[in-house]
Structures are given as C-alpha cells and as structure tokens.
C-alpha cells in the first residue's frame, strides 16, 4: 500500500518558521547533515537556533506542508552583490524527508524561494552543492541554475578566526606583500624586505 500522498492531490503549502518550530528545524538540519555525511560537524542547537533565527534573525526558514506534515524545508537569508547594487538570497539548507521525494517538493520550494526573491526585488539567488552530489547537481542544472565555476569559496573558523580577530595592526610590509602576491608578482616579495621605497617604485613602472 502506498502511505505517501500523491503530490498532484495535496500539492505542498508553505509557512515560515515560528519561535516554536526550532526543534523542528534542528531536526531537519540533522537530516541534511547524516545525508551530507556531516552529521559529527553539527553542533547546534535548539536555543541557538531559537535566538539567531527569532531573537537576533540572521536567517529566515520556509517550510514545505502537505497534510498538516512539515515535509521539507529550506534556511535562507539576505547577500549582497555590489556589482548589482541590490540584495540576493543565499540557500544555505534545502531538505526534503526521504520519504517525500520524487513528487516535486523540491522544486516547489525552489520556486517558492524563487518568488520571494522576485518578489523582494532582489537580484540573485544562489546556493552551494557538494561535488559528490550529482542527483542535486543534475537537478539544478535542469531548472537553469548555472555552476560558478570559476569560483572558490573560502571560510574562516576555530582558532584562524579567533587569530585574525585578536591582531590589532597588519603592517605595511604584510600589506604589500598581500597585494604583490595576489597580482602575480610573488619575485617581487622578497623585495619588500629590504626597501619600502624600492618597490613603490618598481610597482610605479609597472614591474
């Protein structure tokens, strides 16, 4: 016997979160991460979830119903292009319990999000997908989504957080040095040891 109802009969509503709903949303979160294989890494909880989403909201979560059962979710929140000038949204977490896949849910709250963000007058909407992830994958890639592919995503926590935090003052030779480095000059660098003044110059007549 079939128990899951057939999306064409209940099609999926949405409602966002509620201060009650951390819980809930915890467990979805658990759900994506046992799925990403990154359930250890996981370490909210219900408190913190309840004053960064409600008490101090950073992000914002939509939740897909059918028949009175939350059945996926997405957490979301507000980025900025400044090549646009104007704000996007960024899909952190999209699930759907196993059990309800296949029938759309999906990408009904892709579309979802997608009206939000037309809505809102925004100007993108973007996500991450692991490379492993090829079913996610080839599903974007059919509703248009496009890879940014010459793109690397870099993070910063633990102890380098708390390291970058805690320096007080970068001197001009480690600024130099950063700027000669990302321009390609890397032979230029031991230059800077030695005279300021010289590579100001070198830098004048183009290297």
């Not at 991450?128 to 793109?151: H, K, Q, T």
Request: proline content about 4%; overall charge negative.
């Amino acid at each position: 016997m079939n128990l899951i109802p057939e999306l064409s009969k209940n099609k999926p509503t949405f409602r966002h979160a509620t201060r009650g709903d951390a819980p809930l949303i915890l467990e979805f979160i658990k759900n994506l991460a046992e799925y990403e294989k990154l359930l250890p890494e996981v370490t909210a909880t219900p408190e913190l979830l309840e004053y960064w989403l409600f008490d101090e909201p950073a992000a914002e979560v939509l939740f897909a119903v059918v028949e009175g059962k939350e059945v996926g979710f997405a957490l979301y929140f507000s980025n900025f292009s400044t090549f646009l000038g104007k704000a996007g949204l960024y899909l952190e977490d999209l699930f759907v319990l196993p059990q309800y896949r296949g029938l759309g849910i999906g990408k009904a709250l892709l579309a979802a999000l997608a009206r939000i963000v037309v809505e809102r007058g925004y100007g993108r909407f973007e996500w991450a997908c692991l490379e492993w992830n090829e079913p996610s994958i080839n599903f974007y890639r059919s509703i248009g989504a496009v890879e940014m592919s010459d793109w690397r995503t870099y993070r910063l926590t633990g102890d380098a957080l708390i390291k970058l935090a805690e320096e007080d003052n970068v001197s001009l030779t480690d600024d130099i040095e950063m700027l000669l480095d990302e321009a390609g000059y890397a032979a230029a660098i031991s230059d800077v040891r030695h005279s300021h003044k010289e590579v100001f110059s070198r830098l004048k007549e183009g290297l």
